[in-house]
């Protein structure tokens, strides 16, 4: 921008105006989306905006809004148009009587967007990692290589109890499929290339949201990390699993007494209940 270190404060966020990117610090509060407060803040090198709009909001107010590039935001990549508009990470929304000042800023970075169409890499930095979230049926995890489900016996179907706990190298991915938790069927898939022949429920390499479960703030930012990582791994070097850890000599128990619930309901076989109790008392 023209002058370095210019602040265009809004009700729910802060843009400083550098000479190649916008620093976005978003503020901390009850009325703060929360999808905000996980962010903290991001730069956006100026290569990422597509296009950059002023337009009337409610109530006496003006919102700046700069769109991104389709690609260039793991974030959003990951939304899919999903967000409401009041958790658009891209939307000023100021005071009206500072229109002028925000028509400035506007006319400034239109003036810089140089390079249209679809970004062929991501611009913008996901969020950090490590990640983790609890969905309706399990535990999502995320430490930047490896991703892992660990199901919950009180949410988790038959089938996935049957598979057992999931581990998913990023270099096995091919893509992330997220559902927002505020419409039927919210879920996060993890995509390994082929379709999906089942339903979020049922498929192992799935997480199903619910009342509570995988909120925005916590999925989505999951979700985003998860999609850098797996766009990003052709540059990094393959990284081996991680060998499983052993684990508490209770949860094992306790995940042995429902899988014996399951057989005794008719919805595990004889075979797949000795196999896996096998596979959890080996565990030990």
Same mark, same amino acid.
């Given at each position: ?26 503020e901390r509060g009850i009325r703060t989306p929360k999808l905000f ?68 800023? =506007?006319?400034?970075?239109? #003036?810089?967007?140089? &390079? ?6 991501? %611009?913008?930095? /996901?969020?950090? $990692? ?52 505020e419409v039927f069927e919210g879920h996060l898939r993890l995509l ?29 930012p999951f979700a985003a990390a998860v999609l850098a990582a797996v ?13 499983? =850890?052993?684990?508490?000599? #209770?949860?094992?128990? &306790? ?6 619930? %399951?057989?005794? /309901?008719?919805? $595990? ?16």
């Open positions: 921008m023209s002058r370095m270190g210019d602040v265009l404060a809004g009700f729910h966020a802060a843009w400083e105006f550098e000479s190649d990117s916008v620093l976005i610090r978003y407060q996980a962010l903290g803040e991001r730069r956006v090198p100026l290569t990422a905006f597509e296009a950059v709009t002023l337009t009337p909001g409610k109530r006496g107010t003006v919102v700046l809004h700069a769109r991104p590039r389709p690609g260039a935001d793991p974030l959003m990549e990951a939304a899919d148009g999903q967000l409401k508009e009041s958790c658009d990470p891209y939307r000023l929304v100021l005071p009206a009587e500072r229109e002028t000042l925000a028509e400035y800023y =506007a006319d400034e970075l239109r #003036a810089r967007l140089s &390079e249209p169409g679809p970004a062929e890499r991501f %611009l913008v930095d /996901a969020p950090e $990692v490590p990640k983790s979230f609890k969905a309706y049926d399990g535990k999502a995890s995320f430490d930047g290589t490896t991703v892992r489900f660990r199901w919950f016996w009180t949410g988790a179907s038959s089938a996935k109890w049957k598979a057992g706990d999931q581990s998913f190298a990023v270099t096995e991915l091919s893509g992330v499929e997220w559902r927002s938790p390994r290339g082929e379709a999906a022949p089942v339903q979020p429920d049922q498929d192992p390499s799935a997480v199903v949201f619910g009342l509570g479960y995988g909120p925005v703030h916590e999925s989505l766009r990003s791994r052709g540059a990094a070097a393959v990284v081996p699993a991680a060998a499983v =850890a052993r684990r508490d000599p #209770a949860d094992i128990a &306790e995940r042995i007494r429902h899988l014996g619930e %399951l057989h005794q /309901a008719g919805l $595990v076989t004889d075979e797949e209940f000795s196999v896996k109790k096998a596979e959890l008392l080996a565990e030990l």
